[in-house]
């Protein structure tokens, strides 16, 4: 008994592990490889939600990763080990896991949002766009800070 | 969080190993049959309990806000608006989370009741009176940082209740390749009406929870002290709040109550040591778009 339950855990473990170890997926909808380890550096390349990061070191809260071509750096938050595949299909087994049907998009998405608004027509989701619209340039807030004394991230 | 269907396969996981315990089983006696049966239920059960995920939690938020703004117009002043970022993406850059699906926005409401509300992925919304309120941009500061808390305890998430998301995920299955029929697309559209009014209800009507609201207070001073503001700013924001309940018990006092509470536990948590050197000119830029 002993044994099995052991080779459950295995199994459970390799199911847990990415099955592209060494590489990140973006997990925010835009995202930046930095050619340092902290935010406001110059922007190396962009990366949209999905890509896949190969990683190279590690430092802190920032991860230093290769994609598309150049080398990097993107902050922890915006990357996790998990991936999909486009076609729906995973290992062996032909089976994905739940992190990858979520990272496919299938579940809270555009579809279901447009089905709730088509629901509810009293929502202000034109305030929401607006709201979302608004975006302060890095080179703004990085004044902002100065300016303050206010502590560089 | 477990689903029923995770549940059905963690059952039938352990009566196969009770079966094959019971009859000496050891490793190589299973048969190709009954690792295929193992591996399946390992595999559902990993399917079916995952978390709501932070693009989900963005389009939960997208609906959550689009409520709010229905109630509570905007308020458009675009100078005011850009600075409540500044301040606001100032602060989310030192919080353990920068990064979100969508990214952090901060708007402000235009109603004289004193108010905030965090919408799950983080989109942080604040009332003209709550503007008016706070005399500085360290207190304005606090706000939002108390907000990005909730944020990023995912309160508003833990609002929805789970069965509602345990029925999704089995709407939503396990192959990220497939298209919803339009019957799925209903049931799911029916949960996340439900899931907003859930979170709708909790920011709105209901409130968060003693130590929710705790911990968000924790988690601001933090925020506060690592992007340079004075987290003396909360206190002051909760004093300002104080002031404000002796004449009133609408508004935020409705659903944060407690405020002699929450100044105690922001006290208890100790003076965070603070450069206040800075807080004259931040004062003098707050004065200048908040007359």
């Given amino acids: 008994m002993r044994a099995i ?30 050619s340092e380890n902290r935010f406001f550096a110059p922007v190396r ?72 608004r088509n629901a509810n027509k009293n929502l202000n989701y034109a305030a929401v766009d607006e709201i979302e619209h608004l975006v302060v340039g890095e080179k703004s807030l990085e004044t902002f800070i100065q300016q303050g004394g206010l502590i560089q991230p | 969080m477990r689903t029923p269907s995770s549940s059905a396969a963690l059952t039938r996981l352990v009566l196969l190993l009770l079966c094959l315990a019971s009859a000496g089983c050891r490793l190589e006696d299973i048969t190709p049959e009954q690792f295929g049966m193992i591996a399946s239920s390992v595999q559902t ?4 309990a995952r978390p709501v995920s932070d693009q989900e939690e963005y389009y939960i938020g997208r609906a959550v806000a689009a409520r709010l703004t229905a109630t509570y117009p905007l308020y458009r002043n675009k100078r005011l608006t850009e600075y409540l970022n500044l301040v606001g993406q100032t602060l989310a850059l030192h919080t353990e989370q920068p990064a979100t699906f969508g990214g952090y926005h901060f708007a402000v409401l235009d109603t004289p009741e004193i108010n905030a509300f965090a919408c799950p992925g983080g989109t942080v919304l604040i009332t003209r009176g709550m503007v008016a309120s706070v005399k500085n941009e360290d207190e304005l500061a606090a ?36 298209e919803f029929s339009p019957k799925e697309t209903a049931q799911l559209v029916s949960l996340f009406q439900g899931s907003i009014d859930d979170v709708v209800k909790t920011l709105v009507v209901n409130g968060y929870g003693r130590e929710q609201e705790k911990k968000a207070d924790r988690a601001a001073l933090g925020y506060l002290a690592a992007a340079g503001y004075d987290p003396q700013g909360l206190v002051g924001y909760l004093e300002r709040l104080q002031e404000a309940g002796r004449g009133s018990k609408g508004g935020i006092l409705a659903t944060h109550p407690g405020t002699e509470e929450r100044l105690e536990n922001v006290r208890e948590a100790g003076a965070v040591s603070a450069d206040r050197s800075g807080v004259p000119r931040r004062s003098k830029r707050f004065a200048e778009l908040v007359p």
Wanted: net charge positive; with cysteine.
């Fill in chain 2, 143 to 178: 706000v939002l940082a108390h907000e990005l808390g909730h944020v990023i305890h995912r309160d508003g998430i833990a609002a929805i209740q789970s069965s509602r998301w345990s029925q999704a995920l089995l709407v939503i299955g396990g192959q990220a390749a497939r």
């Fill in chain 2, 45 to 48: 059960i990993g399917k079916a």
């Fill in chain 1, 45 to 116: 390349a962009k990366v949209r939600y999905g890509d896949r990061l190969t990683i190279i070191g590690r430092k802190g809260d920032w991860y230093q990763v290769s994609a598309k071509g150049v080398s990097g750096w993107v902050h922890k938050s915006a990357v996790e080990s998990r991936s999909y595949s486009a076609s729906g299909r995973g290992g062996a087994s032909g089976g994905v896991s739940a992190d990858e049907v979520s990272l496919a998009g299938k579940g809270f998405n555009p579809q279901v949002e447009a089905g709730y």
């Fill in chain 1, 5 to 34: 339950a052991c080779h459950i855990l295995l199994i459970c473990l390799l199911a847990a592990v990415d099955a592209a170890a060494g590489t990140v997926s973006v997990v925010t909808r835009d995202n930046a490889i930095r």
